[in-house]
């Protein structure tokens, strides 16, 4: 397991939820694998409380599944847990692409833009995980600028079960068109065109659904 940095102010829970959040959408916690408490807490170098308080808080999005004795398991990938996922995220990331286009300065488009720049950068060189990390903060950007950011907040623990296959397919396929969406994302939103933006993220968000078949065949141990 990838052991993250702690933050100033973080508490045990926290640490704990961040960092096995993001194992399980690294997939250095891999579908089908067995944790267990005392070796997590041990890792993490926490007592025990806060990691079960953790793992109880992944189990009701079922991306963890808590065996009483044993130890839990990370479930296989499950695509109608992807897609009610990928159904939330779109529903809200339409609504604040619209939003965007109404409340974006100039200095949020250069944020935006700049974070683009580092995207393709690390799309050159492949470096798959930085560039998860990026994808993420360009899309908590967007909630940020139209004054959403706990509603992303919110939607971080069931968006688990989408942002693990996008991780999957962003490892196994180098694909430019994930940057290019977000370049025309942000020319829609510097134009001002609602509906332009709506149906770019709508479409960003429904590439996962052209690779279903290649990351089965390249991941079949995964799968339900």
């Known amino acids: 397991m990838k052991l993250l940095e702690r933050l100033p102010r973080e508490s045990g829970g926290e640490y704990a939820l961040r960092t096995i959040k993001e194992n399980i959408v690294s997939l250095e916690l891999a579908p089908g694998s067995q944790i267990s408490e005392n070796e997590l807490a041990s890792e993490m170098g926490l007592s025990r409380t806060p990691v079960r308080e ?3 808080e992944l189990s009701k999005v079922k991306i963890v599944d808590i065996q009483p004795q044993k130890k839990s398991t990370i479930p296989l990938i499950d695509y109608d847990m ?3 996922s990928r159904f939330m995220r779109s529903l809200l990331e339409c609504a604040v692409a ?3 286009c109404q409340m974006a ?3 949020d488009l250069e944020r935006l833009s700049e974070n683009i720049r580092l995207q393709n950068l690390y ?3 492949f470096y798959s ?3 998860v990390t990026l994808d993420n903060q ?6 940020d600028i139209a004054k959403k950011s706990q509603v992303y907040a919110l939607i971080q623990n069931i968006s688990i079960h989408f942002d693990r296959v996008r991780t999957m397919a962003l490892s196994s396929v180098k694909n430019t068109k994930i940057v290019q969406d977000h370049v025309d994302l942000v020319d829609a939103i510097r134009r001002k065109d609602a ?3 709506q149906e770019l993220m709508e479409k960003h968000l429904n590439r996962y659904d052209i690779d279903a078949a290649a990351l089965r065949a390249v991941y079949p141990q995964y799968f339900k």
């Open 54 to 56: 953790a793992l109880i």
């Open 82 to 84: 992807v897609e009610e």
């Open 98 to 100: 619209e939003l965007d």
């Open 105 to 107: 300065c100039p200095e």
């Open 123 to 125: 799309l050159d060189e």
């Open 129 to 131: 995980g930085q560039f």
């Open 138 to 143: 360009f899309h908590g950007m967007l909630f």
């Open 195 to 197: 509906k332009a933006a």
